[in-house]
C-alpha cells in the first residue's frame, strides 16, 4: 500500500486535490512512521498546509532510530503548526528555529487512545495472578543478535521471579527462528501468545500486568499514565515521560534491568489524574 499511494501521489496531483483532499484545510499527520511521511508528501504535493501531531521528538542522531530521526525532522521543517507533546519536545522546536506556528500540548495523543480503550471489554483472556508483560518489537532490537539476545536473558530473569505472557509480534517470531534464539523462551514460567487482536486488548493486559518489559516507546507514554513499571529495554528513548519516577531505561546495562527486577514493586502506584485531552486542545 506504501508503494502504491506513493506513486499515486506523486504521479496524481489532481486525484490528491479531488479525492482526498476536495476541502482543502490542512491535513494532521502523527509522529514519525512511513504513513506520516506519505501523508506529508501527499499535502504538500496537493497544495495542503500540515499539522505535525507528537512534533519535537528528537535522537539528534540521523542513524538512529532510522529513519524516524528524518521523517520527524522533515515534518517539522515543513509543517504549519506543529503540537510538542512535552517541554521538551517544545524546547527542541525552538532550538530548530522551525517556521511553523508551534502549540504545546499537555501530552500525546496517545492519552486519548487509551481512555477509549480502557471502556472497551477485552476480548483475550486476562490472566488473574501477578504476571510480568514482555513485548519485543524494534527492529534495531530484533535483527541485532547480541542485543536481541540479552533482552530474552533479561525476560528469562523476570520468569524467575513472575509469570512472563510474551506477547509475540509476527517479525519477533521470524527473527527468533533466524537467529535461533527460539530456546532462550523455553522457560515453565514464560507463555508466548500472539499479536493480540485489538489495541484495547493490549491494552487490558498492560493495566493488568504487575511490570512490563518492553522496548516500545509509545507503551513508555501509556506506561507514564497508568503508572506502571515498565522497563524500557532499549539505549536511549527520544521520551522522558515516566523516566525516574515508574519507568527505567536499561541502555544496556544489567545492573539496571537486576534493580529494576528486584524492586518494580517498589515504582508506580495508581494511574495518574486526572487526565489530559491533547486531541480536544489540538483540534480547538
Known sequence: WLAKYSAKSLLCKRWLRREVFP?????????????????????????VDIGHVESGLRSFKWWSPFPEEIIRVRCAKRSRMLFPPSRQATDN??????????????GNTAVDALKIALSHTPTVEIPTEPFALAAIHRLETITNRRKFESVLRIIRSA??????VFVLYPPTQRYLGKLKL??????????TVPMLPHYYDFIAMV??????????????EECAFLNKPYLVLRNETERDD????????WQSDDRVAEEFLSRYQELGGEPIRPWPSPSLQIVD
Not at 26 to 43: E, K, Q, R, Y
Not at 93 to 106: F, S
Not at 242 to 249: K, P, V
Open 23 to 47: 476541502g482543502g484545510g490542512i491535513c494532521l499527520v502523527h509522529g514519525d512512521t512511513a504513513s506520516t511521511f506519505l501523508g506529508m508528501t501527499m499535502a504538500r504535493r496537493a497544495g
Open 207 to 220: 493495566n493488568a500486568a504487575a511490570c512490563l518489559l518492553a522496548d516500545g516507546c509509545s507503551l513508555q
Open 182 to 191: 527460539a530456546e532462550l523462551l523455553e522457560h515453565d514460567n514464560i507463555h
Open 159 to 164: 520468569a524467575d521471579r513472575v509469570p512472563v
Open 242 to 249: 515516566g523516566i525516574g519516577a515508574n519507568a527505567m531505561l
Open 93 to 106: 522546536l525552538q532550538a530548530m528555529r522551525v517556521k511553523g506556528q508551534v502549540v504545546p500540548t499537555e
